[in-house]
């Protein structure tokens, strides 16, 4: 018989409610009109940027590998740009710098939860600052390689420098306007607490990136 | 849980659409009409790639005619080239990237899987203007000074990274060819978030995993692979346009002299481009395939009335392509000096794919072996699908070998296996997609007698096309090559070429019965009901078309696996996956009113 040929999916005995698909729409009772049709459940804003964070998560790993790959290939003429020229203190300064920021965030989502909206504000504030000046360092870091004769079409390493740095910054500063966005700005299919976890994620992620970054370029121009 | 989530929502009523020609047809959020704007784009690209490709072959065959509208009246190389670029470009973009995935993903996933619409409506929208823009750049470098750019889908550096020196098409056209692909990656990369973040959230009541289609399967998968490939190629896009307009020198070598002109770089390496290009272009054939996949196994069973053979060995198949997919670009580099242990160890990985392709193609046969077959168009298309894409994946086998390589590398022969099995089979695949759901999206219903002549028409066509490359291939005609009358050896081919244009010829004729079919269809078919194919899964549950939220305001629950056809004991040979274990003994009346 043919049905009998395969057993997983079919057969009236086995059916049943059984597992469920974690899905549902609609009915997180808010809304009404057209929006009622497609507000989606708030997790999936959270699913959405995790998603999201594995895109970006291999476009920095592309550059970073490249990078290895340059260094090491048979063509040679790889120059490290050396101690003498990697604006090293003001990176290592940043880097604390975002550091304190994710703590900073971490702080702020903290007491987000425990209901204490005004010292939220003052640490969500805090971090964005933070990123301000981690931004600030970066364009002082890129001085200093300039005024040492290092540009982005000088040789290999100080290309892969800027690119890397500006990759990662420009992301960063998406991350500030979202911070921003957080802060000044509501929605209705967004919920707060939605918005505050997914842009803490986004910013812890960004942090983490820079960490792999700073490594990459401290061992790659050795 | 369904019916508290029920009582504290909202009551479901039936949703207006927006009003107003802008946002109900151009800038709507809907994932239908996205769907069908993606379609409509591919249909364009198409028609575009088509064209290009039929200059190509009539060039080929006849290289000393005059063609009315080139100046001069003779194809000189390098508009060859830039017709073999642009061609290639928009057919693997364009058009089997944005159909399969982009047009019917985005109309099918949601309903398939009992969903109102996708996670994201408005990013949804932005993907689809993305890839639209996208299209526009690439066309515009049709008329930037110095024409299209000449080096190929895969636009190896120093060629391409280099600017006008190294051709006409090389200044303008190739800077507008990458920023089209950097705004293509953009548009899939958000696509792909919504594509993943639906399947793994938005699923109705009762639709675990191991009840998703299999076309549900390929979808995501397929997004899987977008998500972690197009960033890779962004990333290279960006690099190779520094290199073109800020001097920098990520892909050319120190000390390259083009054209008798010393270039001063400090000093790349031009395989690094190689690299990342295929570690995102092997993955991109897969994004080109898998959703043909889905949609052959669902019409094979749909159309055989017997349930899909094997249903978790094809979801894990799927997966195991994939995942291997990612491991296997070097096969693209054999030649390029590589060292031989990575050769042999690409090499391994890449006959590894055959596996679990060996293990799908089984179990397609599985699922007709027996079965009460219905010839219908879509299942035509559907066999088809599988025919090429074992015919095209043989000569993969043989590529895979590096010894075997090093000879058919940049030959014929590579064009034949990637134009059966990806080029011909992607595209059964989306005819099958258009003929099976054709009804569903526009509630009409195709011609069936102009289906099946179209069905063998391009069927016999595509393989008089591209089985003779294989020989002219192995017997050392180079691909890319403009004219093949300049060396003897080449010129003995000539009559093969003339064949194969021929046969081009006939098959792009055949395709005006495609496009005749569908448009008069559009506007004239028979109407269809709800469930025209008698299948089971939830699209069919629906009216044709959907309504704006899919089900009308009923919320479904999924009871059953996709694939029950012909169960013993069940009233009818179909159960609808949101019938209740007691109503499937009465028959689908229930499933039809959405109980
Ligand atoms: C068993 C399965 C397969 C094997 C072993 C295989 C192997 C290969 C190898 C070794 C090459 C490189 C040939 C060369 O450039 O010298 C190649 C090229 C190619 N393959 Fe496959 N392949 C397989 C399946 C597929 C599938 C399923 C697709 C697409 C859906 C595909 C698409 C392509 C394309 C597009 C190229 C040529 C790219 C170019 O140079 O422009 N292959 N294949
Ligand atoms: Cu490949």
């Known amino acids: 018989m043919a049905a009998s040929a395969v057993k997983e999916p079919i057969g009236i005995s086995g059916a049943g409610r059984g597992g469920n698909g974690r899905g549902s729409f609609g009915g997180d009772g808010r809304g009404g009109g057209s929006s009622a049709r497609s507000v989606p459940p708030q997790r999936t804003y959270v699913t959405g940027m995790g998603v999201a964070l594995g895109g970006i998560l291999m476009f920095f790993m592309a550059l970073v590998s490249a990078l290895v790959v340059r260094k090491g290939a048979p063509s040679g003429g790889w120059q490290a740009l050396g101690t003498a020229h990697l604006p090293w203190r003001i990176l290592t300064l940043d880097t604390l710098i975002l550091l304190a920021s994710s703590a900073t965030l971490a702080r702020a989502h903290n007491r987000f939860r425990a209901h204490d909206d005004e010292a939220f504000s003052h640490w969500w504030g805090v971090t964005a600052i933070l990123g301000v000046f981690f931004l600030g360092g970066q364009l002082l870091a890129w001085r200093e390689l300039a005024a040492a004769g290092m540009y982005l079409a000088t040789n290999p390493s100080s290309s892969f420098f800027y690119v890397l740095t500006a990759a990662h910054g420009l992301h960063l500063l998406g991350g500030i306007v979202g911070l921003l966005a957080v802060a000044f700005y509501k929605t209705r299919r967004l919920s707060r607490g939605t918005a505050i976890s997914v842009a803490s994620l986004y910013w812890h992620f960004m942090d983490g990136i820079w960490l792999c970054l700073f490594l990459v370029l401290l061992a790659g121009n050795r | ?595």
């Open chain 2, 1 to 595: 849980m369904s019916a508290e989530q029920q009582s504290i929502g909202p009551v479901p009523h039936r949703v207006e659409a927006p009003q107003g020609f802008l946002r109900r047809y151009l800038f709507s959020t809907d994932h239908k009409v996205i769907g069908i704007q993606y379609f409509f784009l591919a249909l364009t690209a198409v028609t575009v790639g088509i064209v290009l490709s039929l200059l190509m072959r009539f060039h080929l065959a006849w290289p000393n005619v005059h063609l009315p509208f080139i100046n001069g009246g003779l194809m000189r190389p390098e508009q060859y080239l830039a017709l073999v670029t642009m061609h290639g470009t928009i057919m693997i973009f364009f058009v089997l990237t944005t159909a399969p995935q982009g047009g019917f993903g985005n109309y099918f996933l949601p309903i398939q899987i009992g969903a109102a619409d996708m996670a994201f409506p408005r990013l949804n929208m932005l993907s689809f203007w993305l890839t639209f823009l996208a299209f526009v750049c690439m066309l515009t470098a049709f008329v930037v000074p110095g024409g299209a750019p000449i080096s190929g889908w895969t636009a190896y550096p120093p060629l391409s990274a280099l600017g006008e020196v190294t051709g006409p098409g090389e200044g303008m056209g190739q800077t507008m060819w990458i920023v089209s692909i950097g705004i293509f990656c953009l548009a899939s990369l958000l696509g792909s978030i919504n594509f993943i973040t639906t399947t793994i959230d938005m699923r109705a009541p009762g639709m675990t995993l191991m009840r998703l289609p299999l076309t549900v399967w390929a979808w995501f998968v397929t997004a899987i692979l977008s998500l972690l490939s197009f960033g890779v190629l962004l990333a290279a896009v960006v690099l190779l346009l520094l290199d073109r307009s800020a001097g920098t020198s990520f892909f050319l070598p120190a000390g390259l002299s083009v054209n008798g002109e010393l270039q001063m770089r400090a000093g790349g390496w031009p395989l690094l481009w190689q690299h990342l290009f295929w570690f995102f272009g092997h993955p991109e054939v897969y994004i080109a395939i898998l959703p043909g996949m889905g949609v052959a196994s669902h019409v094979l069973s749909n159309f055989s009335r017997k349930p899909i053979f094997g249903y978790r060995a094809m979801a894990v198949s799927l997966c195991a392509i994939g995942f291997l997919g990612f491991l296997v670009w070097g096969h693209h580099m054999f030649v390029s000096g590589m060292n031989p242990y990575s050769g042999l160890a690409f090499s391994v990985l890449t006959l590894s794919i055959a596996v679990p392709s060996a293990v799908k193609t089984f179990n397609w046969l599985g699922t007709i072996w027996g079965g009460k077959l219905q010839f219908e168009t879509p299942m035509l298309f559907a066999i088809g699908f599988v025919s090429f894409f074992v015919t095209g994946g043989l000569s993969g086998i043989f590529l895979a070998q590096p010894a075997l390589d090093t000879v058919l590398h940049a030959t014929y022969y590579v064009v034949a296996h990637f134009h059966l099995v990806m080029g011909v089979a992607a595209i059964f695949g989306i005819f099958a997609a258009t003929y099976y759901w054709f009804p569903k999206m526009f509630g009409r219903r195709m011609s069936e007698p102009l289906g099946k002549l179209h069905f063998w028409l391009t069927f016999a066509g595509a393989y008089c096309i591209f089985m003779p490359m294989h020989f002219i291939g192995a017997a050392g005609a180079v691909r890319r090559y403009a004219d093949d009358t300049g060396a003897s050896y080449l010129t003995a081919f000539q009559p093969v070429h003339l064949f194969m244009t021929i046969a081009a010829l006939v098959t792009g004729a055949a395709q005006l019965i495609f496009f005749y079919n569908f448009f008069r269809s559009l506007k004239n078919g028979a109407r269809a009901d709800a469930n025209p194919w008698r299948a089971t899964t939830l699209e069919w549950t629906t009216a044709s078309p959907p309504p704006l939220d899919n089900f009308g305001g009923i919320f479904p629950s999924v009871y059953r696996g996709p694939y029950e056809y012909s169960v013993p004991g069940a009233a009818e040979d179909f159960i609808p996956q949101n019938l209740s274990p007691e109503q499937s003994m009465q028959g689908n009346e229930g499933a039809r009113s959405g109980r």
